[in-house]
Structure formats: structure tokens, C-alpha cells
């Protein structure tokens, strides 16, 4: 039997995939000024603007995605906690998202270890506030689920949630987070070399996972790509 060839253009992911940000009208060094003084505006600004971002970042780096909003907690939490010890060496996003990152990988190599955690969302005395669970999206109402055909986002969602995570973080914030490559160094904290092996790997896994369910797609008409073509 000839071999069936399936071609598929990775920068239509990043269509496809795109989260819509809020309005970025306060600069990232006086939003970092009011979260180390501790506003409130400060803290209710930056969950406006990181919390989907962050949420569909996290949903896509995790074998289950249900854990994703547990883990989207920890990081604000450590967002919270850390951010006097932010210096701006790097973009407030790019820092941010080293966290969603190290907290989706501590996540997993936790989970291999231990029985799932059942950490609630809400306030811990139940009332007033608004708690995690109220402020997160709801996975099933995404722009990219909205955007996508769903039986095809089914698939690609599930290529992606059976990648080797090194590869998933790499193909996530290239192809659909659309990060450009010294950024995805920076929040991955490997070399430039590095982070194109791992994408040029990811897509080829991604495209053979992908050959045998869309070959029949006769609407499918992407185009192979290397790490140097995009």
C-alpha cells in the first residue's frame, strides 16, 4: 500500500489556537511597581490580563487537563510570592510563563509519584471573595474550541497530550502560543539550538500522530514545516 502523506501548516495553530489577551493599557514596568507594592488594582489587573494566557498554556502541558485550573492556582500563588524578586531581565510575560511552565512539568512529576490532590477552588470559609474557580475560564468555551472544528481540535488536543513533554512545551509556545524562539529559550531555560531541535521534533511527532486520523480529511491541506521555515 502507498504510503499516505498528510501535510500540515503548524503556523494555522497558531490561528486556530489564538488566545485573545485583554487590552494591555498599563506598561509591564507599572504593573511589576504596583504588584510589589501590593495594590489591589495591581493584582486584579494582572489576573485580567495572564489568567486565559496562562489557563490555555497550562491545559495543554498537562496529561490531564483537568488539573489545569490546580495548577494555574500555584502559579499566580507563586507569582504573588515572588514577584519582589522580579528584576526585569526579561518581559513580565516571558517570567510568568516560566512559571506556568515549571509549575505544569513539577505538576507532572509530582502526579507519576502521587494519588491525585483534591485541592478546592473556593475561599476556604466558603464565603465572600471570589475564588479561583470563579475567575478561570471554562475549558469548554475557549476561543480555541469556539474557533476550531471540534472533532479536529479533539485530535490535535490529543497528538499534543501524548507528545514527550519537552516536545509539547516546544510546540505549544511556538505554534500556538506563537512565541518567538528566543523568548521560548528564555522561559524554557535552554539554548536557542536546543529549543528548534525540540520544536522540529515535536511537529514531526505531532504530524505522525495525526497521518493515520486525517487522511481522509479532505479538508486538511497543510504544509510540512521546519523549525527554520516559520
Known amino acids: 500500500m502507498a504510503e499516505t502523506t498528510v501535510s500540515f501548516d503548524f503556523e494555522s495553530l497558531a490561528d486556530v489556537c489564538e488566545s485573545v489577551d485583554p487590552p494591555e493599557t498599563v506598561g509591564d514596568n507599572t504593573l511589576v511597581e504596583g504588584l510589589q507594592e501590593g495594590t489591589d488594582e495591581a493584582y486584579e489587573l494582572l489576573i485580567a490580563r495572564f489568567q486565559q494566557p496562562v489557563y490555555n498554556l497550562v491545559y495543554r502541558l498537562l496529561e490531564d487537563p483537568g488539573e489545569a485550573n490546580d495548577v494555574v492556582q500555584e502559579v499566580f500563588l507563586k507569582v504573588f510570592r515572588h514577584i519582589g524578586a522580579f528584576r526585569g531581565n526579561s518581559s513580565l510575560k516571558t517570567w510568568v510563563y516560566r512559571i506556568a511552565v515549571n509549575e505544569a512539568h513539577n505538576h507532572r512529576r509530582w502526579f507519576s509519584r502521587h494519588c491525585k490532590r483534591e485541592i478546592g477552588l473556593e475561599n476556604e470559609d466558603g464565603v465572600g471573595g471570589r475564588s479561583y474557580g470563579d475567575i478561570l475560564p471554562d475549558p469548554g468555551r475557549s476561543p480555541y474550541e469556539v474557533t476550531l472544528h471540534g472533532e479536529t481540535m479533539a485530535l490535535i488536543e490529543e497528538a499534543l497530550a ?64 521546519t523549525a527554520e521555515q516559520d
Open 162 to 225: 501524548n507528545m514527550k513533554p519537552v516536545f509539547r512545551e516546544a510546540v505549544v509556545l511556538r505554534d500556538i502560543e506563537d512565541l518567538p524562539y528566543e523568548e521560548i529559550s528564555d522561559i524554557l531555560q535552554v539554548s536557542l539550538g536546543t529549543v528548534k531541535s525540540r520544536i522540529l521534533r515535536g511537529r514531526e511527532a505531532l504530524r505522525r500522530a495525526l497521518v493515520d486520523r486525517l487522511e481522509s480529511d479532505s479538508t486538511v491541506g497543510w504544509a510540512a514545516q
